[in-house]
């Protein structure tokens, strides 16, 4: 019993670092898609698509990683959240599929309105509020009966999740503004400074309205929170993000480069583990635990095989390649 938990707990540390890894990624290249409409000029526009051209598909290889990883190490979990899930996951999806279509097509269209150009801003938006939606949905719990989804179709669709779905959009935007601050410069990174102020705002509001309704969900989620002793350990993370949050608007005021992405992502981190402190050890929050959903042991550790060469395989090449394409994207050079 002691090797099936200890493994649990291994693999729920995998998948939480892939889902991390793949938000902070795969986040500030839909954060472009997001911002894109407030760059009408398509000088501006070539440039913020070829600042994330060399990587964006790379950083998706943690998506895949994430949701496999689930399904092969928490079969039980994946099984009862996809059928809660199905229309933002569906919908992100397709979103994800728009978006990369375009990052080829847009470069063969002619003309001054490019018809992809919504394609990349739309699907980037779309993939953003799912992906937002489908974390909402399942923070405020699923109904399991027998092991089995028990909800509607449309139980994902609360004002919750709408919250949620609207909070990361904000946040993917903050870092595509400060991947273009750190990757730009002249007219377009002063926009993108400015971007960057707003966005910051407005995403400390939406932590703070996130973290005002979480607790209000399940009583666990308060207990957890600020019941003594817990309140020792989780008061930390709202003093770090202060902290971050005070260390970025100096960044953002001293017009550094790299900085201010850098500090986007530690609002991330602090948020994500924010998420992880409210519901572990649930996979499906109130409903069932790491250890109730775990795959045999057997599996887990042949699993843990493939795992261990994959994703330092991963890391390697993801670094190389950010190593390879570092530096400012200007407009003479670029992905066609």
């Known amino acids: 019993m002691s090797l099936a938990i200890d493994l649990a707990t291994v693999w729920a540390l995998i998948i939480a670092f892939a889902v991390f890894v793949y938000v902070v990624m795969d986040g500030f290249d839909l954060g472009l898609g997001i911002l894109f409409p407030l760059f009408p000029a398509k000088a501006d526009r070539d440039v913020v698509m070829n600042s994330v051209a060399p990587v964006w598909d790379g950083n998706e290889t943690w998506l895949v ?50 018809p992809w150009d919504l394609a990349f801003a739309g699907g980037s938006w779309l993939a953003a509020l799912a992906q937002g939606v489908a974390l909402g949905a399942i923070l405020q719990g699923v109904k399991v009966e027998a092991r089995h989804y028990a909800g509607g179709w449309w139980d994902w669709l609360t ?107 530690a609002l991330f981190a602090l948020s994500y583990a924010g998420l992880g402190i409210s519901m572990y050890p649930f996979i499906v929050p109130q409903s069932i635990t790491i250890w109730q959903a775990a795959a045999p042991p057997n599996s887990q550790i042949f699993l843990l095989f493939g795992v261990s060469v994959l994703i330092p395989l991963i890391l390697g090449y993801t670094a190389w390649a950010y190593w390879v394409f570092r530096g400012k994207v200007r407009p003479e050079s670029g992905y066609h």
């Open 159 to 265: 004002p919750f999740s709408i919250l949620t779905g609207v909070s990361l959009v904000i946040g993917y935007a903050l870092l595509g503004a400060t991947w273009l601050v750190m990757k730009t410069e002249g007219r377009l990174r002063d926009r993108a400074y400015r971007l960057s102020w707003l966005l910051l705002f407005a995403m400390l509001g939406a932590i703070v309205a996130v973290s005002i309704a979480t607790p209000l969900l399940h009583v666990q989620y308060t207990q957890r929170w600020f019941a003594w002793p817990n309140i020792i350990f989780t008061a930390p993370v709202p003093i770090a993000v202060a902290a971050v949050t005070v260390l970025l608007l100096r960044a953002l005021a001293n017009k550094y480069d790299y900085q201010p992405f850098f500090l986007s992502l």
């Open 65 to 114: 990683l994430g949701g496999g990883g689930v399904m092969a190490a928490f079969p039980l979990a994946y099984a009862v959240l996809m059928p809660a899930l199905y229309t933002p996951m569906i919908a992100m999806l397709i979103a994800l599929v728009f978006r990369g279509v375009a990052f080829e097509f847009r470069w063969r269209a002619q003309g001054e309105r490019n």
